[in-house]
């Protein structure tokens, strides 16, 4: 069978990361972020994260033809017997085709998990963060334990306001990738579904 190239997107407070784990765990899949590839070129001073820093230093963004060559670089390392998952990328009608020119690149899935704003908002305004542990807990489906409870906060991007224009923002970039990749984008509506049911749907797809 030939490996799965998989693409997965979603809104943030979708259940991207939890989904990303069960397709790494289930198919052998190398977890691509295009966040940690960077941060991996820049701290390995390559020449790719010497060009990144340039921008950053400057307060401007990546540009999508340096982020796609760190991808290129870094599948080329891998085995190709096994499958990868993109995890979040593309996130632009732009970046979409830029992947659409690099053969290496080419997904055999894409899976986008859908979600309404109220239960995105329900989710992660829910969100409490330990700052001394790290830790991340749930007002309702995950609560802190009582002797930390005190210290949690409420991170600034789980504010309602941020949620919902962060979702919105996804919405609008999300379109532009429909229209690059068409039909090949699989919608899963996750709204009162289970962890388990998602993942089920996922196999059902990747088979």
Not at 97 to 125: A, F, G, H
Not at 127 to 147: L, Q, W
Not at 148 to 175: G, M, P
């Amino acid at each position: 069978m030939n490996p799965h190239h998989v693409i997965l997107l979603g809104p943030p407070g979708s259940g991207k990361g939890t989904q990303a784990k069960f397709l790494v765990q289930n198919y052998e899949l190398t977890h691509i972020s295009t966040g940690n590839l960077l941060r991996a070129e820049m701290q390995g001073k390559t020449e790719l994260g010497a060009k990144a820093k340039d921008f950053i230093d400057k307060g401007a963004l990546v540009p999508d033809s340096l982020v796609i060559d760190m991808l290129v670089k870094f599948i080329k390392t891998l085995d190709p017997s096994k499958g990868w998952l993109l995890d979040g990328f593309p996130r632009t009608a732009a970046q979409a085709l830029e992947i659409t020119k690099q053969s290496i690149l080419t997904p055999t899935s894409i899976i986008e998990l859908l979600v309404n704003e109220d239960t995105i908002c329900e989710r992660m305004s829910g969100r409490r963060f330990d700052p001394i542990t790290g830790d991340t807990y749930h007002i309702v489906n995950d609560p802190a334990p009582v002797a930390i409870a005190e210290r949690c906060i409420v991170r600034s991007d789980d504010k309602i306001e941020i949620i919902k224009e962060r979702f919105q923002i996804y919405r609008d970039q999300c379109a532009g990738i429909h229209e690059v990749f068409g039909d090949q984008v699989k919608k899963l509506s996750v709204d009162g579904s289970t962890i388990s049911q998602v993942s089920a749907q996922i196999k059902d797809i990747l088979g």
